[in-house]
């Protein structure tokens, strides 16, 4: 099966020899199957390839993938249901996006809105603090997160250190965390 080895970077896209390549096809992708290092995908167009990459990546809209053979597969984020989450002021919401970021859920910040996946649970919860929450369609780009360029772990892995990670989910609900990490905290 033919493989796609690398990512083009859309402003890559035509200049050097890795860009330079023919686009083939195009591939339309959700944010979650803009995730990946190894699945078998299907362009728009028929064409059918392995997605071979050395290590997981965030494919973006308008970044190409480039086949063993020179060729090109554009790259397209699909529209996906969200939630356009706003607030009556600056302050307001400062609150919600705590309250959003306090759930892990993946978002994606714009001047113009808070966007999240749609789930009628979070959107109660957004109302109920005095936000709105409408329902759109439109691709999901949400922030990568503060380990997006380097490693990035789970809940329950191991590397120890003398002091705890503990946080707070709501009022009376703080726990103590199930993992710990081997790194120097200079100063601590």
Same mark, same amino acid.
């Given at each position: 099966?033919?493989?796609?080895? =690398?990512?083009?970077?859309?402003?890559?896209?035509?200049?050097?020899?890795?860009?330079?390549?023919?686009?083939?096809?195009?591939?339309?992708?959700? #944010?979650?199957?803009?995730?990946?290092?190894?699945?078998?995908?299907?362009?728009?167009?028929?064409?059918?390839?392995?997605?071979?990459?050395?290590?997981?990546?965030?494919?973006?809209?308008?970044?190409?993938?480039?086949?063993?053979?020179?060729?090109?597969?554009?790259?397209?984020?699909?529209?996906?249901?969200?939630?356009?989450? =706003?607030?009556?002021?600056?302050?307001?919401?400062?609150?919600?996006?705590?309250?959003?970021?306090?759930?892990?859920?993946?978002?994606?910040?714009?001047?113009?809105?808070?966007?999240?996946?749609?789930?009628?649970?979070?959107?109660?919860?957004?109302?109920?603090?005095?936000?709105?929450?409408?329902?759109?369609?439109?691709?999901? =780009?949400?922030?990568?997160?503060?380990?997006?360029?380097? #490693?990035?772990?789970?809940?329950?892995?191991?590397?120890?250190?003398?002091?705890?990670?503990?946080?707070?989910?709501?009022?009376?609900?703080?726990?103590?965390?199930?993992?710990?990490?081997?790194?120097?905290?200079?100063?601590?």
């Amino acid at each position: 099966m033919l493989r796609a080895t =690398r990512i083009i970077r859309r402003d890559a896209i035509g200049r050097g020899p890795d860009g330079s390549g023919e686009i083939v096809d195009r591939i339309v992708l959700d #944010h979650g199957d803009r995730h990946r290092r190894r699945l078998a995908m299907r362009g728009v167009g028929g064409l059918g390839f392995l997605l071979d990459l050395p290590e997981p990546a965030i494919l973006e809209d308008g970044d190409a993938l480039a086949l063993e053979d020179g060729r090109l597969v554009w790259v397209e984020a699909a529209p996906e249901r969200l939630l356009a989450i =706003r607030a009556p002021s600056p302050l307001a919401l400062q609150r919600l996006i705590w309250h959003i970021g306090n759930r892990h859920i993946p978002a994606e910040l714009t001047d113009e809105a808070v966007y999240i996946a749609e789930d009628h649970v979070l959107a109660a919860m957004v109302r109920g603090l005095g936000g709105s929450a409408e329902p759109v369609t439109r691709p999901f =780009r949400p922030e990568g997160g503060a380990y997006a360029g380097g #490693h990035a772990h789970g809940s329950s892995h191991a590397h120890g250190h003398p002091h705890g990670h503990a946080h707070a989910h709501g009022p009376g609900s703080s726990h103590e965390p199930r993992h710990a990490h081997a790194h120097d905290h200079a100063g601590d």
